[in-house]
């Protein structure tokens, strides 16, 4: 399984010796990208919304090396729970007459698809081993951190920087699209990319443009809450909740329905089916709620930064419907706990992780209280305290 306590030094470690038991050489370049936790602001990255997410600690390493073939070489720890065999795979490097195409194993379509919509031309191919502390299927985005890892390995093994970081995030979602068969929105690649130390990363998802949000008080710290209950969004309920939206959009005569306010919903409620203005609800409310808590976050007013959580959650539960039993009674639980300022779903939904906002001096009491609370409800969570972290970089 993944180890999400491994620290960054024991993922470099624990990659350059499976490097060396596989390929038989000192891999050169190493580079790591964090998971990611959204604070506020889920599913509306797709439509053109505000978000807000940080890096965490838990991350993803690749090591790697040119190797002077024609071939890719790629391996992944079998200790990383949760994704398919063969844990190696070879395949070739694009070129006219090839293509990269997706594939079996689905872990390695991340990295085809970095290969596939790499900037510069790959004349040579690599050798590679990628570990991960991030827990596969829990809404902390371990498919961006590959993808952005992945890319990043390929600018330094080649010496072909990106022309701008959001060049770089834009040809990951490609590859989650396209090789990943998964319609996600910006935020994950891009906080990925722009995550730095002590930050949260707001994120106007319409423009592209953010800016980091200072998130260093020490009185304060995030909790994430893994539900154990794993989620795959390239089912059937993500993109149909996409569809969904721009059908609203489209009803509205808006190009993003973030650009569509409160009242010209309500006015045209009736035209309408009434599922899809549900949907349509939840965006305008966790655009709102979003903005809400960065102000009251500046402010130093937790008290309601953690109320515009228990809102945004209630919205993804009632009206979004990618909420899940395990999730709401985590959330219901951690609210009401002495300590804890608000809790929210985040990621995509339908299991994953749960993130509140906490005092520091009360989160080891009442992370202890709420797994003896969950384990009464038959529900069995991991729990870890995060801080923001730095974004992803080369490590040597």
């Known amino acids: 399984m993944a180890h999400e306590n491994e620290d960054i030094p024991t993922l470099v470690k624990r990659a350059n010796d499976l490097f060396m038991q596989r390929f038989k050489y000192e891999a050169s370049v190493f580079v790591c990208s964090p998971g990611r936790v959204n604070l506020i602001g889920d599913h509306v990255d797709y439509n053109g919304g505000y978000v807000l997410p940080m890096g965490i600690p838990m991350a993803t390493v690749i090591v790697g090396s040119l190797n002077e073939l024609s071939i890719c070489r790629i391996e992944t720890d079998a200790k990383i729970q949760g994704i398919d065999e063969p844990k190696y795979v070879e395949f070739n490097i694009p070129s006219k007459d090839i293509a990269v195409e997706p594939g079996s194993p689905k872990w390695a379509n991340y990295v085809k698809g970095v290969v596939a919509g790499f900037h510069g031309p790959i004349k040579t191919g690599f050798d590679c081993v990628i570990v991960s502390s991030i827990p596969v299927g829990a809404g902390l985005s371990s498919s961006a951190a590959i993808e952005v890892a992945s890319y990043t390995l390929l600018e330094e093994l080649l010496s072909s920087p990106s022309t701008s970081l959001k060049e770089k995030a834009l040809a990951c979602q490609k590859a989650e699209h396209v090789f990943a068969g998964c319609p996600c929105g910006i935020m994950d690649q891009f906080v990925c990319t722009f995550a730095t130390s002590g930050c949260a990363y707001l994120l106007n998802c319409k423009t592209m443009e953010g800016r980091h949000i200072p998130l260093d008080d020490p009185s304060v710290c995030i909790l994430i809450i893994n539900s154990g209950v794993k989620h795959e969004l390239s089912g059937s309920e993500y993109p149909l909740r996409r569809a969904q939206c721009e059908q609203a959009a ?143 970089r080369r490590l040597n």
């Open 250 to 392: 489209k009803t509205l005569g808006a190009a993003y329905l973030c650009d569509v306010s409160r009242k010209a919903l309500e006015e045209n409620k009736e035209s309408l089916d009434a599922e899809v203005f549900r949907r349509a609800l939840h965006v305008i409310n966790e655009t709102e709620y979003t903005l809400e808590f960065v102000e009251f976050l500046k402010e130093k007013n937790y008290v309601e930064a953690g109320q515009r959580m228990i809102r945004s959650h209630k919205s993804l539960s009632d009206l979004y419907n990618v909420s899940c039993q395990e999730l709401d009674i985590i959330v219901d639980i951690a609210s009401k706990i002495n300590g804890i300022y608000g809790a929210r779903m985040t990621g995509g939904g339908f299991g994953g992780c749960v993130v509140a906002l906490a005092e520091t001096d009360k989160a080891l009491s009442a992370m202890e209280t709420i797994r003896n609370q969950c384990k009464s409800q038959n529900i069995s969570p991991i729990l870890y305290i995060c801080k923001p972290c730095e974004g992803t």
